[in-house]
């Protein structure tokens, strides 16, 4: 296994390699490098390793284990062997990809790749990505139908919601060809995945018979497809500015203003939504479900009780503005509570503290007689906030109290004896209320 540290000075790797860590990599920053290691992923890690000198930074490679291919461990095996020859830190994860995944394999693995990645203690997560894989990207978004955002293929350098590092690709403007006169001119090996000729994959099959001819009869058509994503990341970059504009007024916190959808054209009005999701770090709907969000948030009656699901969220219209909010949890029965400090509450998805207190809180001593349980509401719950007062309806004190219809069927309850003792945001029964000098215990959701 060969070991040359020093690129070809005219070396257009190099030199791309080098210009991207100038631009984007601060000194001592801590990169990690997916290593596959195939061509592409080798030669990077031969280049970064060569450049280390010069521009100063920690390196380390993470190797995934996928367990798909008989190969898998001579795969990881050889990564180690390779990095060790560079004295380059390395860490083998295995990850369990399941062959019936819905999602097909393919999406699967990239999903536990992503988990695997956006948990790395690092500055940049470094990938082999080059122009050629940019291209089919392109290529694969057309036939899918997908905008500027999606035309826009892959980012030279990415930030991610929800991830520690964020995402650089320095070989994006090098095609496979050059890597591989890299490759032979250092003398390197790399290893040769089985899977990446399955035609039955779509992005294989783009490889392997789409762009031969397309380069058979369009020369210089991956440059010319690679140049295309970058015009569309221009105008997907543009929409973004725009955005931001529209949402200096429509945006507040967590809320969409409707009554802004609603002024703007349909494009604007449709451009800002996609913002507004995305900024919340969700997976942008297909067009057809996000059109269907966007009529009714703007369409409906003002009294319409909006809910479109998208994706893992529902965007809701209440008082004027759009939200997103996850899914319901899954039902569940009501915990019994058993003189724990904190609850898990499945049916409401989160945790309830009971805090001890002195003359506050709900009567110590009648919670621990009876048999407390914590839930959602069924229908038809009454609680009495003052006392002498009345019993009122949960129903209409959740309006009352503006809790979002969203909230309202997750709302952390708690009963004792079968009676409604607490409901989160509205308060607690007036009747069990402690005493001034009794102990007591305050139920509260956790975090």
């Not at 001592?28 to 970064?48: E, F, K, M, P, Y």
């Amino acid at each position: 296994m060969a070991a040359s540290r020093k690129p070809l000075p005219n070396s257009l790797v190099a030199a791309a390699v080098a210009d991207a860590l100038g631009r984007h990599v601060p000194p001592q920053a801590r990169l990690v490098l997916a290593l596959s290691g195939g061509l592409d992923s080798t030669v990077l890690l031969h280049a970064l390793v060569a450049l280390r000198d010069q521009h100063p930074f920690e390196l380390r490679a993470v190797h995934v284990h996928h367990g798909l291919s008989p190969h898998a461990d001579d795969w990881a095996d050889f990564c180690t062997r390779l990095c060790a020859a560079y004295a380059v830190q390395s860490s083998i994860h295995h990850v369990a990809i399941a062959r019936d995944d819905a999602a097909g394999i393919e999406a699967a693995a990239r999903r536990e790749r992503q988990r695997l990645f956006a948990a790395l203690d690092a500055d940049f997560l470094l990938t082999a990505h080059q122009r050629d894989d940019q291209a089919e990207t392109f290529l694969l978004q057309v036939l899918r139908g997908a905008g500027p955002k999606g035309l826009a293929a892959m980012a030279e350098l990415q930030p991610r919601p929800g991830w520690r590092p964020a995402q650089l690709r320095p070989l994006l403007g090098i095609g496979r060809a050059e890597l591989q006169g890299y490759a032979q001119s250092h003398d390197l090996t790399w290893v040769d995945d089985e899977s990446n000729r399955d035609i039955r994959y779509r992005r294989n099959a783009l490889r392997q018979q789409v762009m031969p001819l397309l380069a058979e009869h369009f020369p210089g058509s991956g440059a010319t497809l690679a140049r295309a994503a970058a015009l569309q990341a221009d105008a997907a970059s543009l929409l973004d500015d725009l955005a931001r504009i529209d949402a200096v007024e429509a945006i507040t916190a967590d809320r969409l203003d409707c009554a802004v959808l609603g002024r703007l054209s349909t494009p604007r009005a449709r451009n800002l939504l996609r913002y507004f999701i995305e900024q919340h770090g969700q997976p942008m709907p297909s067009a057809r479900r996000l059109d269907e969000a966007l009529h009714q948030l703007r369409d409906a009656q003002a009294d319409a009780r909006v809910r479109v699901r998208l994706g893992a969220v529902e965007v809701w219209r209440f008082r004027g503005g759009a939200y997103l909010a996850p899914l319901a949890p899954a039902p569940a029965e009501p915990v019994v509570w058993q003189g724990e400090a904190s609850l898990w509450v499945p049916a409401a998805g989160v945790s309830v503290q009971l805090e001890a207190m002195t003359g506050a809180g709900l009567k110590r001593d009648v919670l621990a007689a009876g048999e407390v349980t914590l839930g959602v509401r069924q229908g038809g719950e009454r609680l009495r906030l003052h006392a002498g007062g009345p019993h009122r309806s949960l129903k209409n004190l959740l309006q009352e109290h503006a809790i979002p219809p969203w909230q309202r069927d997750r709302l952390p309850l708690l009963w004792c004896d079968g009676r409604l003792a607490w409901a989160a945001g509205i308060g607690l029964d007036a009747d069990l209320l402690a005493s001034p000098g009794e102990a007591g215990l305050l139920p509260c959701v956790a975090g």
